[in-house]
């Protein structure tokens, strides 16, 4: 009963002090400028574009597909059957339908894709980051994640994880404490 109770109060403890301590630290340092990129982007952040680096982003993640998956059947990314979103930087997300020989209206698909600098028409100054084939592509730049939940998931995850370091019995084998 005892380790019950030192576990309860540590755990809400920990909960408070994540709370009142942590999160507002947090999100001070994500509202604050110290995590801001200066850029000389024309594009806004977090926007639909459809501008000249746009175009070319998504002429180079056509070519990543082309390349990396060397299909006959695979058609050509046009202006029509894709959305660029800016996140900054020169970095953009491109997600659209990529026309196959099985799938006439095609393909979904996701590319999160880097301008490095240079020449445009270079693949070698472009970054694809992530790539891939399927319609929840877990990259949608049109809503805004929610740091609180994911903060909460964390401090969860961390609480549990302490708690079972202190009350587990055996988990400190071989301690100082248990000889």
């Known amino acids: 009963m005892k380790k019950l109770f030192i576990f309860l109060v540590f755990f809400l403890a920990a909960y408070v002090f994540l709370i009142k301590g942590v999160t507002p630290l947090l999100m001070e340092v994500l509202e604050s400028d110290w995590l801001y990129v200066q850029t000389d982007d024309p594009a806004e952040a977090m926007r639909p574009v459809a ?3 746009s ?3 998504a002429y180079q993640c056509s070519q990543h597909l082309h390349e990396n998956y060397q299909e006959d059947n695979l058609g050509r990314l046009t202006e029509d059957n894709y959305i660029a979103w800016a996140l900054g930087n020169y970095r953009y997300v491109i997600k659209g ?3 196959t020989d ?14 490095d600098g240079g020449d445009q028409t270079e693949f070698s100054n472009w970054e ?4 891939g084939f399927r319609e929840s592509s877990g990259i949608n730049p049109s809503t805004e994640a929610n740091v609180g939940t994911l903060m909460a998931m964390s401090a969860a995850a961390f609480m549990v994880l302490l708690s079972l370091y202190f009350f587990w019995p055996g988990a400190r084998s071989g301690t100082e404490d248990d000889k």
């Not at 694809?128 to 790539?131: I, R, S």
């Open 51 to 53: 501008n000249e680096n």
């Open 102 to 115: 099985s799938s006439p209206s095609g393909e979904p698909f996701y590319c999160n894709i880097q301008w």
């Open 128 to 131: 694809v980051t992530q790539f």
């Open 55 to 57: 175009r070319w982003a």
């Open 97 to 99: 339908k990529i026309p």
